[in-house]
């Protein structure tokens, strides 16, 4: 069973950083599209970015020129680094990792909490 572990989440003051970042567990095979979405309560869940294969990225627009994703391919892991945070940026952030034609995969959430 496939599961996608993240990590780095956490408070912290406006103004500041935190990299997530999401690696599988069970998983003998390379994904296609990784990537991060967030999700605030009782709204729906929104793209923060994907990154495909070859690094082709796509990025929300209210994340742009502040958040960077990358993949290690050996590892099969995916990163985001937020920068500039905003109090607008709280939400639960889930991994979310494709198999092209198979399946789409996502974590269980990590928190992120912006400070104002």
């Known amino acids: 069973q496939v599961h996608l572990v993240e990590s780095g989440g956490g408070l912290v003051q406006a103004g500041g950083s935190l990299r997530l970042s999401c690696a599988p567990s069970?998983?003998?095979?390379?994904?296609?599209?990784l990537g991060w979405y967030r999700q605030i309560p009782g709204k729906q869940r929104d793209l923060v970015a994907t990154?495909?294969?070859?690094?082709?990225?796509n990025y929300g627009d209210s994340v742009k020129g502040r958040f960077a994703i990358s993949r290690d391919i050996a590892k099969n892991t995916v990163y985001v680094q937020m920068n500039s945070l905003k109090p607008e940026d709280t939400a639960v952030y889930y991994c979310?990792?494709?198999?092209?034609?198979?399946?789409?995969?996502w974590g269980q959430g990590t928190q992120v909490t912006v400070s104002s």
């Open positions: 979310y990792a494709q198999r092209v034609a198979v399946a789409e995969y």
């Open positions: 990154i495909t294969p070859g690094g082709r990225t």
């Open positions: 069970g998983v003998i095979f390379s994904f296609d599209t």
